[in-house]
């Protein structure tokens, strides 16, 4: 037994030192073996290079702790920020439907009136085929920018745009939907407060 896991920890160091892990080292009786890289160059990124606009290459340095708690924290806020939006969607679906049924004339000229509303509807229908390749345009060139941007921060530096960014993300108003008007909302009398008053002959009108 002993000669045969001899037998394949030498092929298994042969491998590695002849295959195409080379940089990997290896190591007898370790319980895990990955992540053993020797050999690096001083000043180096462990990150992979990503291409440029102009054909150089630069690479990301190393993400820290802060920069994995800010992505988990954006994709926290952006799947609560979904959330509300298709609740406050379905909540309006909802409303245009009873009033449909209802034939309520205050919904009915709020829909052609409101602004946002429209926006929204003009927003969710079909694109046209040049709207599309407008899209795609933007998409390409706002990556192409992304890059550009990247590769002038410098290799082995801090990433500041990326956390402007994130920062941004969260400062950043969500998607607002349009609510529609409700009865108590135009109802003045819901909205009235009436205010009670004893006059005082030595102080004056008190509340």
Not at 119 to 144: F, H, I, M, P, Y
């Amino acid at each position: 037994m002993n000669l045969y896991r001899r037998h394949i920890s030498s092929s298994a160091s042969m491998k590695g030192i002849g295959g195409s892990n080379a940089d990997i080292a290896f190591r007898r009786n370790c319980l895990e073996r990955r992540s053993l890289r020797l050999g690096r160059a001083p000043g180096t990124s462990p990150s992979r290079c990503m291409p440029t606009v102009h054909g150089t290459s630069w690479c990301r340095p190393p993400r820290t702790s802060i920069d994995l708690e800010l992505d988990r924290q954006a994709q926290h806020a952006r799947l609560l920020s979904l959330n509300d939006e298709i609740s406050r969607l379905r909540q309006l679906k909802n409303t245009l439907e009873i009033a449909k049924e209802t034939g309520d004339t205050d919904v009915a000229a709020w829909v052609l009136e409101d602004e946002e509303f429209q926006n929204l509807v003009k927003e969710a229908g079909d694109k046209t085929l040049d709207e599309k390749k407008v899209e795609r345009r933007l998409k390409r060139a706002s990556q192409k920018l992304y890059n550009l941007r990247k590769s002038k921060a410098g290799q082995g530096k801090p990433d500041i745009i990326s956390f402007k960014e994130k920062m941004a993300f969260f400062t950043r108003p969500g998607v607002s939907v349009p609510v529609p008007p409700t009865k108590s909302s135009q109802d003045p009398k819901s909205t009235e407060t009436r205010y009670q008053y004893t006059v005082d002959r030595v102080y004056g009108v008190e509340v």
